[in-house]
């Protein structure tokens, strides 16, 4: 079961990768780790902007002003796999999004 102490994100990580396991009889399973995104998303993080041609996200959290950007980078996958969060610098994140150290 899954607690908010332990999804928060901690200010030493700088990445987040969910998995899929594989269980009997082909069933998939998300891992902690997609749980945890999915937490996050929903209720710690800003949505900042989206790049619909990647499918990519940018998100800031509130606590820091870190930016994270969701992606998929097993997109081959249905659904475009589980999801990946990186941290991202400001500049980064201005270049690939146009976003402001105030946003």
Partial sequence: ?????NMDIDSTESEIVGEWIE???GK???????ERID???KYALKEISV???S?????QNPK?????EMSYPSSHMHGGGPPKLSK????LAKEKYGASSNT
Avoid at 1 to 5: H, P, Q, R, V
Avoid at 28 to 34: E, G, M
Avoid at 55 to 59: A, C, G, K, N
């Fill in 1 to 5: 079961m899954c607690t908010l102490e």
């Fill in 88 to 91: 991202l610098s400001s500049a």
């Fill in 51 to 53: 790049n619909g041609d």
């Fill in 39 to 41: 937490w996050l998303v």
């Fill in 28 to 34: 998939v399973v998300a891992n902690h780790s997609c």
């Fill in 23 to 25: 269980q009997s009889a």
């Fill in 64 to 68: 820091d002003g870190a930016y994270w």
């Fill in 55 to 59: 499918w990519e996200i940018l998100y």
